[in-house]
């Protein structure tokens, strides 16, 4: 007997529950979602920088820099408690909301309306600080504000990663760079994985140039703001996207 989809199977209008605990699929929109996510990456670190002098993403930058800092070759160059926060932080973010997404399912769409309304809600956490309190960049508030926002960034690079969609990892280029220009089909026209790794590092450079042009024409503020605005279009973005289908089978049984 051939397996199919019958008619009442397709006509078929999910449940709430049933809406919410689909897995979604891997298309144009999810990949568009994390290319946004990427986006509010680079205005992240191009804000935190200036004022807390680390990275809330950029993890290898931050391990550098406290290997150079015990090392005793810098001196004030970089805030030491800040990174040691940022690095622990991170993985933190990951460890934790990355277990609990191999828990309720890494693709159902409750999950990752969870895991990114967590993330955004962070960034808002560390703007309404950055608000409330005078910006310095040792001290209590720099220390939470950087907390929140490296906690959010290892949750959604954990997020990211489980997708396995490992072209757009919404956070690390160095790997990307290097896998565009040994792509070995980089010439062909039609090349998916080569368009969603270059279309990555544009959106995480212009999000490093529109982050660092925010912080020095607006306030320390606004980048932070607009990085949570663009994670709070993900969240309702993820509302959209299509669930996995099955497949009709042709094959008898």
């Known amino acids: 007997m051939a ?3 019958s008619d009442s199977e397709k006509d078929h209008k999910p449940t709430v529950k049933e ?6 699929a891997e298309d144009i929109l999810l990949e568009s979602e994390l290319l946004l996510l990427s986006f509010a990456t680079g205005i ?16 290898t930058g931050n391990t550098l820099f406290l290997a150079i800092g015990v090392a005793g070759l810098t ?16 993985i933190a973010g990951g460890f934790i909301m990355g277990q ?3 828990y309720f399912g890494v693709r159902r769409r409750l999950w990752l309306l969870i895991s990114n309304f ?17 910006i310095q960049r040792d001290g209590p508030a720099a220390l939470a504000v950087i907390a929140c926002l490296a906690f959010s960034s290892g949750a959604q690079v954990a997020m990211a990663r489980s997708l396995k969609i490992t072209e757009i990892t919404t956070a690390m280029a160095t790997a990307a760079f290097i896998d565009v220009v040994i792509d070995p089909s980089l010439a062909k026209i039609k090349n998916r994985l080569r368009n969603r790794r270059v279309m990555f590092l544009v959106m995480l450079t212009l999000g490093c140039f529109v982050g660092a042009f925010a912080q020095r024409e607006v306030s320390s503020s606004f980048p932070i703001l607009l990085c949570a605005i663009a994670k709070a279009m993900v969240s309702v973005a993820f ?5 996995i289908t099955p497949v009709a089978a042709d094959s008898k049984v």
């Open 75 to 90: 001196h004030d160059a970089f805030s030491f408690a800040n990174i040691g926060v940022s690095l622990s932080l991170f």
């Open 118 to 134: 967590t993330q955004t809600a962070l960034v808002f956490c560390a703007l309404m600080i950055q608000y409330s309190w005078p």
């Open 100 to 102: 609990l997404g191999n």
């Open 239 to 243: 509302l959209f996207n299509r669930p």
């Open 44 to 59: 992240q670190d191009a804000a935190a920088w200036p004022d807390y002098m680390c990275f809330a993403s950029n993890q």
């Open 19 to 24: 809406f919410f605990d689909e897995d979604i």
């Open 3 to 5: 397996l199919s989809i």
